[in-house]
T-cell receptor
Framework: KAGVTQTPRYLIKTRGQQVTLSCSPI?????VSWYQQTPGQGLQFLFE???????NKGNFPGRFSGRQFSNSRSEMNVSTLELGDSALYLC????????????FGEGSRLTVL | GDSVTQMEGPVTLSEEAFLTINCTYT??????LFWYVQYPGEGLQLLLK?????DKGSNKGFEATYRKETTSFHLEKGSVQVSDSAVYFC?????????????FGQGTTLQVKP
């Protein structure tokens, strides 16, 4: 069974640009969550999607957005990039009803210059 | 608000030493508790979990017991190996746990030397 796949793995952007990250969950998983990981703030929850609907949202500005498609694949977008957005963005999927077990991808490492 | 506090790292041990990584939490209600591990260059993976008080989670020689009275979920292993070197995250989720929203601790880096 293929794991969670995130693309791209690495990317470099400049301030003011926007970026789109993609996540393909494990087959059959309908829930996708996104996290930001930084050395200073650790792992912080961004949002969760289930059946194309956002179920939960963390405390991030509106520049951070996401969506989920009918095949459960998800994208997140960050607009007007700031230096502080440099981070590892992790996507995780889970099967419904499974108490808290998330399956994480390897992440997309974003560097903002 | 709800939060998880882990002991500061890095923790450096010799192979076959006993490991404890402390984790305490603050939560409204009755959380489910988890330990995730992140090996270098990889995403996080679930190590063990406990969903109610006094439950013990165990996997690969690691154990943790959900202690409601001390709001703790300390990770232990009797004899660590070099391959256990990784970053360990304690986490909680609220309610029934049927959610993708976890609250993570800061992570504790474990380095095991041969």
């Amino acid at each position: 069974k293929a794991g969670v796949t995130q693309t791209p793995r690495y990317l470099i952007k400049t301030r003011g640009q926007q970026v789109t990250l993609s996540c393909s969950p494990i087959s059959g998983h309908r829930s996708v969550s996104w996290y930001q990981q930084t050395p200073g703030q650790g792992l912080q929850f961004l949002f969760e999607y289930f059946s194309e609907t956002q179920r939960n949202k963390g405390n991030f500005p509106g520049r951070f957005s996401g969506r989920q498609f009918s095949n459960s694949r998800s994208e997140m977008n960050v607009s007007t990039l700031e230096l502080g957005d440099s981070a590892l963005y992790l996507c995780a999927s889970r099967s419904t009803g499974n108490t808290g077990e998330l399956f994480f991808g390897e992440g997309s490492r974003l560097t903002v210059l | 608000g709800d939060s998880v506090t882990q002991m500061e790292g890095p923790v450096t041990l010799s192979e076959e030493a006993f490991l404890t990584i402390n984790c305490t939490y603050t939560a409204t209600g009755y959380p489910s508790l988890f330990w995730y591990v992140q090996y270098p260059g990889e995403g996080l993976q679930l190590l063990l979990k406990a969903t109610k008080a006094d439950d013990k989670g165990s996997n690969k020689g690691f154990e943790a017991t959900y202690r409601k009275e001390t709001t703790s979920f300390h990770l232990e292993k009797g004899s660590v190996q070099v391959s256990d070197s990784a970053v360990y995250f304690c986490a909680l989720t609220l309610g029934s746990g049927n959610t993708g929203k976890l609250i993570f601790g800061q992570g504790t880096t474990l380095q095991v030397k041969p």
